[in-house]
């Protein structure tokens, strides 16, 4: 079965990786919020995993002068932002390839659980969040293993 996979805003090259051997179709970085880090760090990840596309998150009331910077020094694929903003965006930047809105994936929680509804309603797009490493290095990925290889990915 082939899942359309979002891991939302990464914060690491583990999670960027990851994403990868799950073969998520995309995977994205937070320019605002709580989640964001900064390009250079982007840059650094995105240096070392191949795959999924780029997609920038903008979580906050877009402030175009730094989406714009951004986008001069990043290879990036799409832009994710809430519904109320899209269009807004949209003639801003119109040379960008993908859109998409927060409302366009489901996150889901990563337990066998879940993976097993998912496989019962045969959700085919759904979205995982990232958290940061609280050690470098140092992250448990039990349960995301265990998560897919209940979709039978691993």
Sequence with gaps: ??????????????????????????????????????????QEIIGWCAGPKVILEINDVPNFEQIESWLNILPIDGIQCHTEYLSKIQKQFADIGIWMTFEDFTTVKTSPEIAEEILEKNQLQFSIDCLKETETGKKDYSEWNDFFEKLEIF
């Design 1 to 42: 079965m082939m899942y359309s996979i979002k891991f939302n805003h990464i914060q690491d090259l583990g999670d960027a990786r990851y994403a990868a051997a799950a073969l998520a179709e995309y995977i994205g970085f937070s320019i605002d919020g709580d989640f964001a880090i900064s390009p250079q760090s982007i």
